[in-house]
């Protein structure tokens, strides 16, 4: 009989050690929004916190529709002028890097060619120089790999917070961490307490899905209407275990979406030396392999790079590059010539020519010696589909 309660007080002392443990972990509310705030919240906090009793607001009452007698389906009435237009302009953020990831400034503006598919463009206007931007740091913190004090857990908590420390004060940061689901530590904003807030709730995680697919493309949808330079930091594993969407329809949407997205990847010494121990199978380190090419494919079609570090030294260096790239950029602006509003992805090429031979330009350093560069641009655009 004694045993028996040891046994039950055994139990029940494990059951909720481990509620508090799924309690500390990302709370999963997936209705929450990075870009705006929850419907129905009037004071407009979008932090999600689940502590201490609240009273939603009412919400305000209906107002009657302003009467109107240009109503659709209906003729105008004669003499009412009519305005159509199919006028689309395309702007393009390019990044034009050296073969160490550093921006490279003073490019003579007639040097762009912008090509949509394959067909040449006019540009329009060329904009640079530094502004202030927008991030939403997207962090993998799952049970599979960050277990609390892990060599991951320490690597994903110090690449997070060492990138916020080199923010500017009038940079915008939201902070979202995914494991089965994506939940929002902190919305978009330059208070840094708010952001260490957020922070700072990463201490266990509670599920052990990884959900990266979900995730970004969340992440991404709610970011593409925020007006100047923005952007996705993903610190993450790069593995996806239980996503709704599969790979093919989450590079799509990243695609549409026209948001860049930057990646660290973690664990790369660790794979490498279990690998080598013969603690990892080849059959996972091919798992690990192919979230490593996930990311690279994500970062790749949205305009942006995928960095994976051996070693914390690496961190601010990878940091000062993202934000050289973020910052100063090349705003380049069109109107296309293919006019059709078919709703079709028209894909978008950035070069680089000499406009006195039309041949690739040449860039050299300070001791003239050619320079090899990068471009970085998005892949293209869905064009607008007919208005009714």
């Not at 949509?116 to 206007?125: L, R, S």
């Not at 549409?256 to 013969?278: E, F, H, K, S, T």
């Amino acid at each position: 009989m004694k045993a028996s309660r040891i046994s039950l007080l055994v139990l029940a002392s494990s059951l909720s050690v481990a509620l508090v443990l799924v309690a500390q972990g990302p709370l999963n509310s997936g209705s929450e929004t990075v870009a705006r705030p929850r419907k129905g919240n009037a004071s407009g906090d979008t932090t999600g916190s689940t502590t201490g009793p609240s009273t939603a607001p009412a919400d305000a009452p209906a107002q009657s529709k302003i009467p109107s007698q240009f109503k659709k389906g209906k003729d105008l009435p004669q003499g009412v002028a009519t305005y159509s237009t199919d006028a689309v302009t395309v702007t393009v953020d390019v990044s034009v890097l050296d073969n160490k990831g550093h921006f490279i400034p003073n490019i003579p503006t007639g040097a762009f060619r912008v090509l949509e598919d394959n067909v040449p463009q006019k540009v329009t206007a060329i904009s640079k120089g530094e502004a202030p931007i927008t991030v939403a740091l997207v962090i993998e913190f799952s049970a599979r790999f960050q277990q609390a004090y892990s060599s991951a857990w320490f690597q994903t908590l110090t690449a997070a917070r060492g990138f916020v420390e080199t923010l500017r004060p009038d940079d915008y940061v939201a902070v979202v961490a995914y494991d089965l689901r994506p939940e929002i530590l902190s919305d978009f904003s330059t208070d840094r307490n708010e952001t260490w807030d957020g922070l700072s709730r990463l201490t266990f995680p509670g599920f052990s899905e990884a959900n990266l697919f979900d995730a970004l493309t969340d992440t991404a949808q709610r970011m593409q209407d925020i007006e100047g330079r923005k952007a996705i930091l993903v610190i993450s594993s790069g593995v996806d275990t239980f996503s709704k969407l599969n790979y093919g329809e989450a590079r799509k949407i990243i695609q549409n979406a026209g948001v860049p997205i930057y990646a660290i990847g973690l664990m790369q010494a660790y794979r490498d030396i279990m690998y080598g121990a013969g603690m990892i199978s080849d059959s996972q380190n091919m798992t690990f392999l192919q979230a490593d090419n996930q990311l690279r494919t994500f970062t790749k079609e949205s305009g942006g790079i995928a960095y994976f570090p051996h070693f914390y030294g690496q961190f601010g260096e990878i940091y000062r590059d993202i934000s050289g790239v973020l910052r100063s950029q090349y705003v380049l602006t069109y109107t296309p010539s293919n006019t059709a509003r078919d709703g079709k992805f028209r894909k978008i090429k950035v070069d680089l020519v000499n406009p006195d031979n039309n041949q690739p330009l040449r860039i050299n350093d300070e001791k003239n010696k050619p320079v090899k560069f990068e471009i970085l641009a998005k892949p293209g655009y869905t064009a607008p589909k007919p208005v009714e």
